[in-house]
C-alpha cells in the first residue's frame, strides 16, 4: 500500500468522525492533520516514517478509530503526536 493510501485511510477515519478534515506535509514535522466538531479543534500530526514503514496497513483504519480517535475526543483541543515507534504525545497546540 503507498504512503498517499494509507493517508486516505487516516483522513476516510478523521472525516467520518469530525469537520473540516485538512491535511499538509510538514517538512519538520510528518503530515499534520487540522480538523473539529464545531466545538473544538484538534492537530493531529503523524511522523512521516510511522505511516511509511506502518506494517499493517489491513489494520491502519482500526488503529485509527480504537486507539487515535479516543485519545482526540480524551484532550480536547490539544495537538497529538503519533512518533516513528507509535507513541502518542499529547501537546497545547499551536496557536
Not at 34 to 63: C, K, M, T
Amino acid at each position: 500500500m503507498t504512503y498517499e493510501e494509507k493517508l486516505d485511510i487516516i483522513r476516510t477515519c478523521l472525516t467520518a468522525r469530525f469537520e473540516d478534515v485538512r491535511d499538509r506535509e510538514d517538512l519538520n514535522r510528518g503530515q499534520l492533520f487540522v480538523f473539529h466538531n464545531g466545538r473544538h479543534s484538534w492537530q493531529l500530526n503523524f511522523d512521516r516514517f510511522y505511516i511509511e514503514e506502518f506494517p499493517y496497513p489491513d489494520q491502519l483504519s482500526a488503529l485509527i478509530e480504537n486507539r487515535i480517535v479516543p485519545e482526540i475526543q480524551a484532550n480536547l483541543g490539544m495537538r497529538l503526536e503519533v512518533g516513528r515507534d507509535g507513541s502518542i504525545t499529547t501537546v497545547i497546540k499551536n496557536p
